[in-house]
């Protein structure tokens, strides 16, 4: 198909303005709608787009036939509600993380896309990042030997949100990376936080994954930290990597270090043998995640591929961000993440 992909994008906030700004300029597609129930939020981003209409209605926007997919970065409880709107009426769905705010309703959306037969795309935005993707192939490659553990930090001062607490806010990027790097889902989440800022809204949150076969990950996200770290760490068999995404040009480091167990034969007690080897900078291919995220659904409808963070994988990961908001809840009990 050689036309341009025809869509809106409903929500141009904070983050729904970076949407805008890729979806303008994408080659394969015409941005003929800004939505924004604010009228003020709206006229801002009309104002660096002309050519494109404005529409305070989401309604106004499914009314129009032309459109034939709509971008969705409103705040995360309205996301069910406007994205089963959209696919209902026969719209290819992008929409911002979370899918939804429980697992129901992120599964009514999953099943709907297939019903209806139309794309529905999370917006994961690390699984689109090329040094994600480069430590994938790292993991699958066996040059980290197998995976004991990882862990990571999504932390700084703000944006505190008074919607949804830290572990909505900031967690789902760092589950999404997880079972994408670990290729399925925890079994279990036990999750500690607390509330300093806002009764009820956890600031910040320390949370352990465990997998069946052993594998932990352990991820630390707050918006009350005086650091702005956006850090993960992979410790394997053979070798160790870190993605740190606040780094301009040495964000993957692969470390040649490991810890092995061996037979001495003196005493045939057991010994530790630490190696120390050389750490690698690789060079990861270029393009801009949020850039590639934005072709990579523009693709997927106008193409028919599959869409790699589909319904499923975002389904997957509210149903262990549930896990993690029951444990937090139960004062960090380990909570089984539902099948
Ligand atoms: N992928 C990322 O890295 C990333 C980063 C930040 C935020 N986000 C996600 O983007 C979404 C928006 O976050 P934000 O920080 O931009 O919030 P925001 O509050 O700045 O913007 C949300 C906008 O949606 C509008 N809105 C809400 N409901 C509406 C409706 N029914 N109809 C029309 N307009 C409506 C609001 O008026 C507001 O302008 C959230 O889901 C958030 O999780 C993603």
Known sequence: ???????????VGNWGRNLVRHFAHARRARLKYLCDRDGRT??????????????????????????QAVVIATDAPTHFELATAALKSGRHVFVEKPLALNSDDAARLAALSREVNRKLMVGHLLEYHPAVEAIG???????????YYLYSQRINLGVVRANENAWWSLAPHDVAVVCRLFDGAPVSVSAQGQCY????????????L????????HLHVSWLDPHKIRKLTIVGTRKMVTFDDMSANEKVRLYDKGAEISQAMRDFAE??????????????????????????????VLDDKPVRTDGESGLRVVRVLEAGQRS??????????QR
């Open 1 to 11: 198909m050689n036309e341009p992909l025809q869509l809106a994008i409903v929500g």
């Open 42 to 67: 709206l006229a801002t981003q009309l104002e660096n787009h002309p050519g494109v209409q404005g529409v305070r209605d989401f309604q106004t926007v499914l009314d129009d036939p032309d459109v």
């Open 137 to 147: 192939a790292m993991i699958r490659g066996g040059e980290l030997g197998d995976v």
């Open 197 to 208: 800022l806002q009764a009820g809204i956890e600031d910040v949150v320390f949370a352990s």
């Open 210 to 217: 465990k997998f069946a076969d052993g594998r932990l990950a």
């Open 271 to 300: 010994v530790v043998n630490l190696r120390v080897g050389d750490i690698v900078i690789p060079r990861i291919p270029g393009g801009e995640p949020l850039a590639l995220e934005c072709r990579h659904f523009i693709d997927a």
């Open 328 to 337: 937090l809840r139960e004062g960090g009990a380990a909570v089984v993440v």
